[in-house]
């Protein structure tokens, strides 16, 4: 595999303002998103992959560029993006992955199967597992993908991206979403057009929908007291597709939003043109 040298410093000179994209924001970091430029001027760069999965590719005015979704698991340092150029040759673009440390939350849950399930639970969660596994990983070709969202709903955060968190005093997942403190019963409006991949009732996230936009970008939106959308409906931006509740696990009604890009949870408030409220 041939490696593209690069002159300088390394960030520098492979990203690209977003403002060039309208967004999502670069911040190559654990559950950020990273915005490498792809120097294949003329053809559309193919088979672009990232840790092996497919990655979107947004033309810009420099030629191609690719906006890669950064799992929050991942360590800090050199990483590489792979890609073919129209002759079919296979080549690499290293970029930097930045440090980034998440506060810590603490939360009581009444509940105490939502955080010690019992078999019967372990079986239904594993199932659960498969189904969202499949909804995440939809790749739907698109050649022009939005990238700017609007907020699902019109409410201040309760909790924020990546939060380290305690369940019951018990370490569990970092939270891989945006909880919005909307009341019950109000109305979750999607926040670009996309087709919905899945939807149902699940243990830990509750009533749940899935949404495709196209070229692995997926959002998720979960706890809802009622679904009004199906696998299949094509949705466009603000339409209703159900409305907030508290189902699953939960402390209180909320909406808690996801944004899954190339299979990796990030930050879904790097994809709002104005961050949430606070």
Same mark, same amino acid.
């Given at each position: 595999?041939?490696?593209?040298?690069?002159?300088?410093?390394?960030?520098?000179?492979?990203?690209?303002?977003?403002?060039?994209?309208?967004?999502?924001?670069?911040?190559?970091?654990?559950?950020?998103?990273?915005?490498?430029?792809?120097?294949?001027?003329?053809?559309?760069?193919?088979?672009?992959?990232?840790? @092996?999965?497919?990655?979107?590719?947004?033309?810009?005015?420099?030629?191609?560029?690719?906006?890669? @979704?950064?799992?929050?698991?991942?360590?800090?340092?050199?990483?590489?993006?792979?890609?073919?150029?129209?002759?079919?040759?296979?080549?690499?673009?290293?970029?930097?992955?930045?440090?980034?440390?998440?506060?810590?939350?603490?939360?009581?849950?009444?509940?105490?199967?939502?955080?010690?399930?019992?078999?019967?639970?372990?079986?239904?969660?594993?199932?659960?597992?498969?189904?969202?596994?499949?909804?995440?990983?939809?790749?739907?070709?698109?050649?022009?993908?939005?990238?700017?969202?609007?907020?699902?709903?019109?409410?201040?955060?309760?909790?924020?991206?990546?939060?380290?968190? #305690?369940?019951?005093?018990?370490?569990?997942?970092?939270?891989?979403?945006?909880?919005?403190?909307?009341?019950?019963?109000?109305?979750?409006?999607?926040?670009?057009?996309?087709?919905?991949?899945?939807?149902?009732?699940?243990? #830990?996230?509750?009533?749940?929908?899935?949404?495709?936009?196209?070229?692995?970008?997926?959002?998720?939106?979960?706890?809802?007291?009622?679904?009004?959308?199906?696998?299949?409906?094509?949705?466009?931006? @603000?339409?209703?597709?159900?409305?907030?509740?508290?189902?699953?696990?939960?402390?209180?009604?909320?909406?808690?939003?996801?944004?899954?890009?190339?299979?990796?949870?990030?930050?879904?408030?790097?994809?709002?043109?104005?961050?949430?409220?606070?």
């Amino acid at each position: 595999m041939r490696e593209i040298l690069l002159v300088g410093l390394l960030s520098a000179c492979v990203t690209v303002p977003a403002a060039e994209l309208r967004l999502p924001r670069h911040q190559p970091v654990p559950g950020g998103v990273a915005i490498v430029q792809i120097p294949s001027p003329d053809a559309m760069p193919t088979n672009v992959r990232f840790q @092996g999965s497919r990655v979107l590719v947004r033309e810009n005015a420099d030629g191609w560029a690719a906006v890669i @979704g950064i799992p929050l698991s991942i360590s800090p340092g050199r990483k590489l993006l792979d890609y073919e150029n129209d002759s079919g040759e296979r080549h690499s673009i290293p970029f930097v992955v930045e440090a980034k440390e998440y506060e810590t939350q603490r939360l009581v849950i009444a509940n105490e199967r939502q955080v010690n399930p019992n078999e019967e639970d372990l079986r239904r969660i594993s199932q659960d597992s498969k189904r969202i596994g499949a909804a995440l990983s939809t790749w739907t070709a698109a050649a022009d993908v939005d990238l700017e969202f609007s907020a699902p709903v019109e409410a201040p955060q309760s909790s924020p991206f990546g939060l380290r968190r #305690f369940f019951n005093d018990q370490p569990r997942k970092p939270h891989s979403g945006l909880d919005l403190a909307a009341p019950a019963g109000t109305p979750i409006e999607a926040p670009a057009a996309g087709t919905v991949v899945e939807a149902g009732d699940f243990f #830990f996230n509750g009533n749940t929908v899935f949404i495709d936009h196209g070229q692995g970008l997926v959002t998720m939106y979960c706890h809802m007291s009622e679904i009004d959308v199906q696998p299949g409906n094509e949705v466009e931006r @603000g339409a209703v597709i159900g409305k907030v509740g508290a189902t699953g696990r939960v402390t209180g009604a909320h909406l808690h939003w996801s944004v899954s890009l190339n299979q990796a949870m990030v930050d879904p408030a790097l994809f709002l043109a104005e961050p949430a409220s606070p």
